[in-house]
């Protein structure tokens, strides 16, 4: 079965993926100047904003709804779409533009009535007018939202960030319709979103006992709930809150309640497959003084259990915590019905192909796969990772027969830094099987990418293999710039070779938002 980027010539496709800024390709940037085409043309077409600036206003509130939509995390266009929210370069990058629209619409609809009454002198009076004055609440309520919302603030300050969202957001509703009750369609429309969405993240979460093993070799903390083994699909994550045992103790269900209410949700990949006898396990990298050192530390082993302290295999400690989800993952991508995957990670991205490699072997076992060739790339600061991971890994090597289709599976990891005293040595020792190597310098994923289609092409050549190829899926999940070095190497596959193998086409979950 032909995929539809067969049908598209590859110097298009390479065009249409060319990252202009980092995350945002020339389809993306394309359909945000339509957005931003079609709400200039309602805004300012015909119209002169300083002798008419309620348009800009009336133009800028109608986007509410599409702004609140795309910025919750249960929507109806993501399920439609099949796109998680939290993709930025999926919809929730319309969330942010279609939000800087609002505040520019709702500025120019101020500065047109500033100056008008600064012309006529009457100023001063205006703003003694209370719709007036709620006018102005809104418009520092935008304003506030736009800068707190900028990539520095957001990233840098992230609290900073959420805090004036809630705040910025409420008052800005509030101050819409006390300034102007013909808005309230739009501002009941905002506040029902939004309130849908908190409904079914309520009925979304779940407490559970987890347990907490530090893994000091990665710099990371593995947890798992063996209690819950399913629910999920393989790619998505899971959203977590730790209760605090001394307000539990003391408040009992309260402090769940507290949790919820008052503490931040961190996402994390879910890297096993849902129905497993392990249950769902995170894998959460370690930051220096962030929420994630606290937990690596609750994690940490006594001093006198050596052997977890050094790889992170001990018993580890119990934790209550609260499960929101699952969200995201590939969606209406079926990695399973193409005959090649390419599964490259970066760092702790390892937790998605972790996830969808149980999946895609599970579904290989039971007859429901095209896959023949599955190739995975790791890049890591140090090869001490692959150590720690090393008995998850190995498992995912080992022969599954299938009555349908023979399938192959490799394993490369990459170390970008120089390796720490003695891990070299160590790796020796262990005498890795064959599909699995171990590489110095980052991946070449132009290469690596084409190592995928021909093995997917000499695999059609054996008797297992005797349909045509159905495709290869390139899949990547890392910071933002690894998506984009991935739909760079898939956009560089020459067009004869692309249709031979039944087309080339990528996936990505990035770090960044």
Not at 28 to 57: C, D, H, T, W
Not at 156 to 182: D, E, K, Q, T, W
Not at 211 to 234: D, E, K, N, Y
Not at 341 to 355: D, K, N, P, R, Y
Request: hydrophobic share 45%.
């Amino acid at each position: 079965m032909l995929h539809l980027s067969t049908l598209i010539h590859p110097s298009i496709n390479y065009a249409l993926n060319y990252r202009i800024f980092t995350g945002f390709s020339v389809s993306k940037i394309f359909i945000l100047a339509v957005y931003l085409g079609l709400v200039f043309y309602a805004a300012f077409y015909k119209s002169n904003p300083f002798v008419e600036p309620q348009r800009a206003a009336f133009v800028a509130v109608s986007q509410i709804p599409i702004v609140v939509s795309l910025g919750t995390k249960n929507n109806i266009l993501s399920y439609f779409s099949g796109l998680g929210y939290e993709k930025a370069r999926a919809l929730n990058y319309i969330h942010r533009f279609g939000g800087r629209l609002v505040a520019l619409g709702i500025n120019v609809h101020a500065l047109g009535f500033i100056y008008q009454w600064s012309i006529d002198a009457s100023i001063s009076a205006k703003l003694q007018l209370p719709f007036v004055q709620w006018g102005l609440v809104g418009l520092a309520s935008v304003d506030i939202l736009a800068v707190c919302s900028l990539p520095f603030v957001r990233q840098r300050f992230y609290n900073l960030f959420y805090i004036s969202h809630i705040i910025g957001f409420f008052a800005f509703l509030v101050a819409a319709y006390m300034h102007f009750p013909v808005t309230i369609p739009f501002v009941i429309t905002g506040f029902a979103l939004y309130g849908f969405d908190h409904v079914l993240r309520v009925l979304k979460t779940r407490s559970a006992t987890s347990t907490l093993t530090a893994i000091p070799a990665i710099g990371s903390t593995r947890v798992s709930v063996p209690t819950l083994r399913q629910g999920w699909h393989a790619g998505q994550h899971v959203r977590v809150r730790v209760v605090s045992p001394t307000v539990s103790s003391r408040i009992g269900w309260l402090g769940y309640c507290w949790a919820w209410l008052f503490t931040r949700a961190r996402p994390f990949t879910i890297s096993t497959a849902s129905g497993g006898e392990i249950g769902l396990e995170l894998i959460v990298k370690k930051r220096p003084g962030g929420w994630t050192g606290s937990l690596f530390d609750m994690a940490q082993p006594h001093d006198n259990d050596v052997e977890n302290k050094v790889i992170g295999t001990g018993l580890g400690r119990d934790a209550q915590i609260l499960i929101e989800g699952p969200y995201g993952g590939p969606g209406y991508t079926l990695f399973e019905s193409y005959s090649g995957a390419l599964l490259v990670a970066g760092g702790s991205g390892i937790t998605f192909v972790l996830s969808m490699l149980s999946d895609l072997l599970q579904r290989h076992e039971e007859g429901c796969s095209r896959l023949r060739v599955i190739e995975v790339v790791w890049s890591v600061a140090d090869p001490s990772a692959l150590v720690a991971l090393l008995p998850t890994l190995i498992p995912f090597l080992l022969p599954r027969p299938s009555a349908n289709s023979a399938l192959e599976v490799h394993i490369a990891v990459h170390y970008t830094r120089t390796p720490r005293d003695g891990s070299l040595d160590q790796i020796a020792s262990l005498s890795l099987p064959p599909s699995l190597t171990l590489h110095s310098g980052r991946p070449n994923l132009g290469k690596m990418v084409t190592k995928t289609i021909d093995n997917v092409l000499s695999a059609h050549l054996t008797p297992y293999g005797r349909s045509p190829p159905s495709g290869v899926i390139a899949g990547a999940c890392g910071p933002i710039e690894l998506g984009d070095e991935v739909a760079k190497a898939v956009g560089s596959v020459g067009w004869g070779k692309a249709q031979e193998v039944g087309g080339v086409e990528a996936y990505e979950e990035a770090f960044g938002w």
